[in-house]
């Protein structure tokens, strides 16, 4: 005898719960169910498709069920093998055309739900996650303009009273004055100034400048020794300056120390930012602007040049020229490199711009570049 | 194969004895003892994949052991990890069943063992989580429970009614349907019921008279919280 493989579950009255497998058949009047539990006494039983009514069920409802009733009671097949559905819905009578078509719809229908739902779940899965990705930013502005500018100067005084008490400031001379009448013709043209700035000169061959969060400035004489107009160094205050203006130090902090701190801040615990910058040590004097918040620095370092009536192109060649020459200690250029694009960006910003006849610095550079301890070039 | 159930109740055992050759994969871990004609081996069941989902999907441990007869006929005790019973179903190659993660302790050489996902109802409030284990083909299953077994046998369009956390195994000639325990929500959860789910034949239900995450809450009470 040979043996078969079940390919259905037959439930009715007189067999387990959980079912009997059987074989079943299409033929042209109808189907033969074979059982083929008890080998020895191989039972069938032919249905014709007249008695039968099919509906899809199962767990995913993705199997097709048949219902007849027999001599025994109601019998019900369980069949989930795909060829042997085409078959019978092939062989099958148009009567059964219309559960068949319903029962069809019904695994698409379930099918299509199930598909749905897990894109659904998957869409807003990768919206949160590309929101996070690209929101960030917009959040960390939300946290950052709410940080009272009082105290973010408590922030960058400390940083800048503890960075100043190990360099030797140059408290008055050429230099000094010169400093200062550049920040002050840059600083009356900044419109409803929340932030009393502080420039310092600082003695140091590092040709360097920066500026901490609440307006804290520093030059130090190794960049003003390079440059060669006081139009240069104005260029390089403008641009510091509008790091501050632009709270892109505070932008930074936030960014460093994340989510923790964002969300914090917006709820309105702005002071244990001190804290959570200790606990991760976030340093405000290394940290690095972002390319585009150099590129904002620049352009608004731009436009208070114009409005101050300073020559913009100072600024240019200035960061051109240091670009150029880049001997040693020019730490100006690590933390802002100078890029053609850059340098194109600025000419063109600068092109733009209605033409204003600059007003000329009260001091002489010359004598200004003499103080620090330049020999003034003599041309032959 | 053949498998006998020692100590049947709350700390059964379960002896199978192989011929040479044969072997049968159980649940990491669930090896008492063994002949030594039987290796034991550790496989990833379906492929590296298929172990890595069954992991990180079911919870289900990524390696199943392997326990093979290779120098002669022999025998192994299984047992679980949780006091419960243990209940045998010999699989006849058509019928399958959905297993919630920690019913499954052995199986035959063929049978087959899938992890599937469920529909978003039934994983976030069916209470065996989004996967579960699938499992079919033909031979011999053991599983076991927490608490005893019991068996629901239904006739096709019969109901019934089984809270969720109460499940070890169906089969998928079942259907369920989740729903509220009581009539109103508050009612659901203040009953200490929450989620039910209603099945309907045709088709087997296994039952655990014990709920492992009550008894973890209750057990959860003697345990000394440290500073």
Known sequence: ?380 | MRSEILYPGAFPMVRVELAEGEHIKAESGAMVALSPTVDVESKMEGGFLGALSRKLLTGEKFFFQTLRASRGPGEILLAPTVPGEIVVIELDGVNEYMVQKDGFLAGAETVKIESQMQSLSRGLLGGEGFFILKIGGKGTLILNSFGAIHKIELKPDQEYIVDNNHLVAWSVTTSYNIEKAASGWVASFTSGEGFVCRFRGPGVVYIQSRNPGSFGAWVRQFIPVSE
């Not at chain 1, 408290?171 to 929340?194: C, D, F, S, W």
């Not at chain 1, 904002?296 to 200035?318: W, Y």
């Not at chain 1, 250029?333 to 694009?341: A, E, F, I, V």
């Open chain 1, 1 to 380: 005898m040979t043996t078969i493989t079940p390919n259905a579950l037959c439930f009715g009255d007189e067999f387990p719960a959980s079912g009997v497998p059987c074989l079943v058949q299409v033929e042209g009047h109808g189907l033969t169910v074979t059982f083929v539990s008890d080998p020895a006494e191989r039972r069938s039983e032919s249905v014709p498709f007249s008695g039968l009514t099919v509906s899809a069920g199962g767990l995913d409802h993705d199997q097709l069920v048949v219902k007849w009733a027999g001599p025994k009671g109601e019998r019900t097949l369980y069949l989930k093998n795909a060829d042997m559905i085409r078959a019978f819905r092939q062989a099958a009578p148009d009567h059964l055309n219309a559960p068949f078509e319903r029962a069809a719809e019904r695994v698409r229908q379930v099918r299509h739900r199930h598909r749905m739902i897990w894109s659904i779940i998957g869409g807003t899965i990768l919206a949160v996650v590309l929101g996070l990705w690209f929101g960030a930013d917009l959040l960390v502005e939300l946290a950052v303009d709410r940080i009272p500018v009082e105290w973010e100067q408590k922030l960058g005084e400390s940083a800048y009273r503890d960075f100043l008490s190990h360099q030797e400031v140059v408290k008055e001379g050429l230099g000094v004055t010169a400093v200062e009448e550049m920040a002050h013709r840059l600083t009356e043209q900044i419109p409803n100034n929340p932030y009393k700035f502080e420039v310092t000169v600082v003695k140091s061959d590092v040709v360097n400048a920066f500026a901490l969060p609440g307006g804290y400035v520093v030059v130090f004489t190794g960049l003003m020794k390079k440059a060669e107009s006081g139009e240069e160094v104005a260029g390089v205050l403008g641009h510091e300056l509008n790091h501050v203006l632009q709270r892109h130090g505070l932008n930074r902090i936030v960014k460093q120390l994340g989510l923790v701190a964002v969300v914090s801040i917006v709820l309105g615990d702005q002071q244990g930012l001190v804290g959570l910058m200790k606990q991760l040590g976030v340093e405000l004097l290394t940290l690095k602007f972002g390319r585009e918040q150099e590129t904002e620095a620049d352009l608004t370092g731009l436009q208070l040049l114009h409005r101050a009536k300073i020559d913009p192109s100072g600024m240019i060649t200035f960061f051109q020229r240091l670009s150029e020459k880049d001997e040693g200690r020019t730490e100006w250029l690590s933390t802002h490199p100078m890029s053609r694009t850059r340098a194109e960006r600025l000419k063109a910003e600068l092109a733009a711009m209605p033409k204003k006849t600059p007003e000329p610095f009260t001091f002489d550079w010359a004598k200004v570049r003499g103080s620090l301890g330049v020999q003034p070039v003599v041309d032959p």
